[in-house]
């Protein structure tokens, strides 16, 4: 789960991580006002699931309240990378000397935290990465041993930080850390980590990423999702706790089980099609289940083409065509569907499907097969 800049900063400012006050606003009016109540210069800030709010004109420091009401106008509606701005965050103004980068990641391949610090701050960090590849300085955390001092002290040499001013950095680096730890986050991104011109830092930016396995355990950061932001289906999913995912391509993906769906994402791919989502029914897959996961698959506009892609083990084959027969009852199918089944009762089930002969529905032996003819439809569809 992405947070917003202010949710972020709220963690922040509870572990102990200066940020400057600012106040959350929907509209003009709200935007004002906070600008009132901060006094002084103010910034006026898009707050959207995505980055380079700066570049396409999200971020406005500005001197008075008139001024900011001027700027939320602005930035209220604007589009950044396809999300629209509802909600601004207006901060105090700080006096900025330098914009640092910091951030805690996970290095999948190493299987460990990995932290990254670079004195070229306020940048996108990937043209960092690709241009300046010394500046970035890299290391990992061991998380049997967590994270120590030489930590820090390592990670601030290695970035070339001034060594006048690392003993104000190091605890943030650690309290970032601990943070990360703590709110069990897949991403913790300070960008940029500011050197004030009075010598203290403070965090300017915070984008945060918690692991939605872990919500659970976060009833605080659950109930900062803001439901109008979410994707439509992948809400309608999470409310009947069903796995599903956006993608961008047009044939729509249903299937049993995480490995099979994903490894019909791959065949789709292969049969030159592209996925438009993806949703597991997981196991047992009663009508009713089978019904809600369709009818999710196919409320997204861009699917043309729907492939049920179904292995029987536990799972019954003839049990999953039955719902299927049972849901076309329930559901209106505006695209066509392909069906494979294998596995345990494939037979009967694709018996009950011939027997139907539902003219939505095509049947193929192999996942190679089910997902040509998907392409296919979708193709003829679009
Ligand atoms: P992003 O472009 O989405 O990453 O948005 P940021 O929150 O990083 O803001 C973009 C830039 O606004 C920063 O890099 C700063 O250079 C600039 N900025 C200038 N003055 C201020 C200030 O007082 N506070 C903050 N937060 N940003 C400022
Ligand atoms: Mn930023």
Redesign the pocket.
Known sequence: MDLY?HQGKELFAKAGIPV?AGHVAYSVDEARAAAEQLGG?V?V?SQVLT?????AG??K?VKDPAAAAEAAEAILGLDINGHITRRLYI?A??K?AK?YYFSVTFDRSAKMPLLMLTTMG?MDVEDVAENHPDALARLHVDPALGYRGFHGAQLMSKAGIPVEERKALAPLLATLYSVFEREEAMLVEV??LVLLEDGTFLA??AKVTIDDNALFRHADVEAMRDLAAADPQEQAAREHDLAYVKLDGDVGILGNGAGLVMSTVDVIAQAGGRPANFCDVGGGASAEKISTALGIVLSDEKVNSVLFNIFGGITRCDEVAKGLLGALETTEIRAPIVVRLDGTNAEEGRALLAEAARPEITVEKTMLEAAATAVRLAKEAS
């Open positions: 800049e400057a210069v910034v800030k980055g380079g709010r700066g570049k999200g971020v420091v901060e103004g700080v900025i914009e306020g960008n940029p300017a930016d």
